[in-house]
């Protein structure tokens, strides 16, 4: 497809089933790229290739399931972009492991066409084409911490996640609706025993992420109460550790 804004890695072991998407969702999507893989494999070697702007994941392949898949790519890479995942599998641990693992949408299969591709439009829209992208900076900001990161999001009155990366592992996302934190979620927590966990991680990665179309709002505190909560549990942290 030529003048594509957007690629998608769809990743389905089923041919019969990725050929039918990608025909019906692009016709829907003319805009978008749609690179086709069937193993884990293969889609690790199509994301060293090239950016996406989305990833369409079948949880259970061949070669293992497409949870994992995210989770190793995320302890690699500094920015990775949302996922909507799907299964055939009724199975509820998929898809809490699926939220946990930061998907925007969880669809049991077989999945409708139409809403996939207004679901897919929606993430699309709050992810600007690169080109579109003139009028804020980019760039590296260092010895920054997550209670800096987060007063600067709000102050900016963003609508967006941040996404925290620890080097032993851990990971954690805050999100922020018109300046305010309205969720946050680590592997176990949510709420505001996640936001406090985030803020007292000393190092790691971090990326920006568009909001979910459906997130869920955990917090309910003003912004600036609740970073003042946050920095005094650390303190208290820090004299009960010296």
């Given at each position: 497809m030529?003048?594509?804004?957007?690629?998608?890695l769809?990743l389905?072991d089923n041919?019969?089933?990725?050929n039918?998407?990608i025909?019906?969702?692009?016709?829907e999507?003319?805009?978008?790229?749609f690179v086709?893989?069937?193993?884990?494999?293969?889609?690790s070697e199509?994301v060293?290739?090239?950016?996406?702007?989305?990833f369409?994941?079948d949880?259970?392949?061949?070669?293992?399931?497409?949870i994992?898949?995210?989770?190793?790519?995320?302890?690699?890479h500094v920015?990775?972009?949302?996922?909507i995942?799907m299964?055939?599998?009724k199975?509820?641990?998929?898809r809490?492991?699926?939220?946990?693992?930061?998907?925007v949408?969880?669809?049991?299969?077989?999945?409708k066409s139409?809403?996939?591709?207004i679901?897919?439009?929606?993430?699309?829209?709050?992810r600007p084409?690169p080109e579109?992208?003139?009028?804020?900076?980019e760039g590296?900001?260092?010895?920054l911490t997550?209670?800096?990161l987060?007063?600067?999001?709000?102050?900016s009155?963003?609508?967006m996640?941040l996404e925290f990366?620890?080097r032993?592992g851990a990971?954690?996302?805050v999100?922020?609706?018109?300046?305010?934190?309205?969720?946050?979620?680590?592997g176990?927590?949510?709420g505001?025993?996640?936001?406090?966990?985030?803020m007292?991680?000393k190092s790691?990665k971090i990326?920006e992420?568009?909001?979910?179309?459906a997130l869920?709002r955990?917090?309910?505190?003003?912004?600036?109460d609740l970073?003042i909560?946050?920095a005094?549990?650390?303190?208290?942290?820090?004299?009960?550790n010296p």
């Amino acid at each position: 497809m030529t003048g594509a804004k957007f690629n998608i890695l769809l990743l389905e072991d089923n041919l019969v089933a990725s050929n039918f998407l990608i025909t019906t969702l692009s016709r829907e999507l003319p805009e978008v790229k749609f690179v086709p893989a069937i193993s884990i494999k293969e889609a690790s070697e199509k994301v060293a290739a090239q950016a996406f702007d989305l990833f369409i994941l079948d949880i259970q392949l061949p070669d293992g399931n497409s949870i994992d898949f995210l989770d190793a790519l995320q302890k690699e890479h500094v920015s990775i972009p949302r996922a909507i995942f799907m299964t055939a599998s009724k199975v509820p641990e998929f898809r809490q492991r699926a939220q946990t693992a930061g998907a925007v949408r969880f669809f049991e299969k077989p999945v409708k066409s139409k809403e996939f591709a207004i679901v897919i439009s929606d993430i699309l829209a709050q992810r600007p084409a690169p080109e579109k992208q003139d009028n804020a900076f980019e760039g590296l900001l260092s010895c920054l911490t997550p209670i800096d990161l987060v007063q600067l999001k709000c102050l900016s009155q963003a609508r967006m996640g941040l996404e925290f990366f620890t080097r032993q592992g851990a990971r954690g996302s805050v999100y922020f609706r018109d300046g305010q934190v309205v969720h946050a979620v680590t592997g176990l927590e949510t709420g505001e025993d996640a936001f406090c966990k985030i803020m007292s991680w000393k190092s790691g990665k971090i990326s920006e992420i568009p909001l979910p179309t459906a997130l869920p709002r955990s917090i309910h505190s003003n912004w600036t109460d609740l970073i003042i909560n946050a920095a005094h549990k650390l303190d208290e942290t820090s004299h009960s550790n010296p």
